[in-house]
């Protein structure tokens, strides 16, 4: 698999090292991660530095996740990538606002690293 | 006419909807399968016992919260199992690492209850720790409460309400 470089967003640290981690166990070896603590940090970071794929949670304090993709999306900033939300809320209402909010794929915690590569594979291009 | 979880009121106060939730949360996250336990009176007083709670609100059709209680020695172990790095003291990653656990519980409880899942939200989780300390919640109308061990840890989880509507 080609280098993936991989935003992660969520204002626990302990949920962005497992997130990486289960990337790394769902294969994509060839890593470079960037995190960010908010969605304003997560706006930022994407200023500055071209990724291939957006992680974030939802709840989170200052802008969440949904606002951030919405921002994103109207921005115009890392265009054409996909972002997934992973999130405790998992109703259909909840994946219906990821989704009108520019989302392309959900993942509800807990998850499993299979569960990741999933989505992730069936979101990236193929190399 | 207003959405009630009176229909649902048997699925909120059922034990196993908690136990079934955090069975899954330390399966999945952290790769431990606990087991309820009893409640045990502690032989220490509230003084002499480091503690961690960690609490996420409820807002909407329920009003409540969920919140995860235990020793210092057991938050840094479930830390541990969550991180695979070794804790010498309760610092910011175990804090860190309790208040996701108690978020990931909360969610997954409420998901079981279909009138929770699309019409309740959650707070960001808040971790308080240190001795001797009560946490204060106005009048709940009832609480579903279980502890839960794993190796040498042990904790408690509960959910309190109030009136269900």
């Known amino acids: 698999m080609r280098e993936i470089r991989a935003l992660i967003v969520d204002d626990s640290s302990v949920m962005r090292k497992i997130v990486e981690r289960s990337l790394r166990q769902a294969g994509v070896e060839s890593l470079v991660v960037l995190e960010a603590g908010s969605g304003v940090e997560g706006l930022e970071v994407l200023k500055a530095k071209a990724v291939d794929l957006i992680l974030s949670d939802i709840n989170m304090p200052a802008m969440d996740g949904l606002e951030f993709v919405r921002q994103l999306r109207s921005q115009r900033l890392a265009e054409g990538v996909p972002v997934v939300m992973i999130t405790t809320e998992s109703s259909e209402e909840h994946v219906k606002q990821a989704i009108e909010a520019g989302a392309m794929g959900y993942i509800r915690k807990p998850f499993t690293a299979d569960q990741v590569k999933q989505k992730v594979l069936s979101l990236l291009p193929a190399a | ?165």
């Not at chain 2, 336990?37 to 509230?46: D, G, I, R």
């Not at chain 2, 610092?91 to 690492?97: H, I, N």
Request: charge should be negative; proline fraction near 3%; aromatic fraction near 6%.
């Open chain 2, 1 to 165: 006419m207003a959405l009630t979880l009176r229909d649902s009121s048997h699925l909120v106060s059922d034990p196993e909807n908690l136990t079934v939730s955090v069975l899954e949360v330390f399966e999945t996250m952290i790769g431990v399968v606990c087991e309820t336990a009893p409640q045990e009176v502690s032989k220490k007083s509230a003084i002499e016992i480091e503690s961690v709670t960690a609490v996420v609100g409820f807002g909407g059709i329920l009003s409540g919260a969920c919140v995860i209680t235990c020793d210092e020695s057991s938050a840094r172990q479930i830390a541990s199992c969550m991180t695979g790095m070794f804790f010498e003291a309760l610092d910011d990653v175990v804090k860190d690492a309790i208040g996701e656990i108690c978020n990931m519980v909360a969610g997954a409880w409420k998901s079981r209850v279909p009138e929770l899942a699309a019409n309740c939200g959650l707070s960001v989780p808040a971790v308080i720790t240190g001795r001797d300390y009560n946490l204060h919640m106005q009048s709940p109308e009832f609480e579903v409460l279980q502890v839960y061990k794993f190796d040498q840890a042990r904790f408690k989880v509960a959910i309190v309400c109030d009136e269900l509507l």
